[in-house]
């Protein structure tokens, strides 16, 4: 069946560094939805990005992700971390509608 | 907009109670979704339906566990005799129903077995 894995639970930064949250899947699917979902404490998941298209870039609030199918990899990236992406980071796959989570990652930003 | 409406966002009941959630989708929305998180499964897909029908449930436990949508604006997750393991915040998401199309997470039901 579907699955995605994301390999850190728990990422901790400091202010300006850059971020890369690892996100690989598996499905059977040739054109699967790939998603990054960003929930900040006490809140519900909201969507970040999204993709369908093969080796193109997606971006959105200065992150940015590029669906890889050769390599079932969709990471998330962004160049200087801020305090306020301190949050929680699940990478979701679809092949319709119903959305496959990963295990998520937590990302702590520092001063 | 008010987005995808929960109630009620908090719950307690004892073990061996019913339990019902309802989730009001965003107007418009053909699609609706229940999920649960929890801190050790993370998030997991339970069931959805698209134009009120039922589509998909294999993330049902097949006991207790019952959802319906009566109409295009609510549907409900009931959970019959509760147990602990049941403890969980329960998410409703809806979208356009189209392929890949954002889902609007609502802010969820906590619910608590005692």
């Known amino acids: 069946g579907d699955s995605v894995t994301q390999t850190e639970g728990l990422v901790t930064l400091t202010e300006g560094l850059p971020v890369m949250l690892n996100c690989t899947y598996q499905t059977i699917y040739s054109n699967p939805f790939l998603f990054w979902y960003v929930q900040h404490l006490n809140e519900s998941p909201r969507l970040l990005l999204k993709s369908f298209t093969d080796n193109k870039r997606t971006e959105h609030q200065g992150f940015h992700a590029t669906l890889h199918k050769s390599s079932s990899s969709f990471h998330l990236q962004k160049s200087s971390a801020q305090l306020s992406d301190s949050a929680l980071y699940y990478c979701?796959?679809?092949?319709?509608?119903?959305?496959?989570f990963g295990s998520g990652t937590k990302l702590t930003v520092e001063p | 907009n008010a987005g995808v409406i929960q109630t009620p966002r908090h719950k307690v009941t004892g073990k061996g109670q019913e339990a019902t959630l309802w989730c009001e989708p965003i107007?418009?929305?053909?699609?609706v979704f229940w999920y649960r998180q929890t801190i050790v499964q993370g998030l997991e897909f339970l069931t959805y339906?698209?134009?009120?029908?039922?589509?998909?449930d294999s993330g049902m436990p097949k006991e207790r566990f019952s959802a319906q949508m009566p109409n295009q604006s609510h549907s409900t997750l009931k959970i019959q005799s509760t147990q602990p393991q049941d403890s969980a915040v329960y998410l409703c998401?809806?979208?356009?129903?189209?392929?890949?199309?954002?889902?609007?997470f609502g802010p969820g039901t906590r619910l608590l077995v005692l």
């Open positions: 979701a796959l679809s092949d319709y509608n119903v959305l496959y």
């Open positions: 998401a809806s979208s356009s129903g189209g392929a890949g199309d954002t889902q609007y």
């Open positions: 339906f698209r134009n009120q029908a039922p589509i998909d």
């Open positions: 107007s418009g929305h053909s699609a």
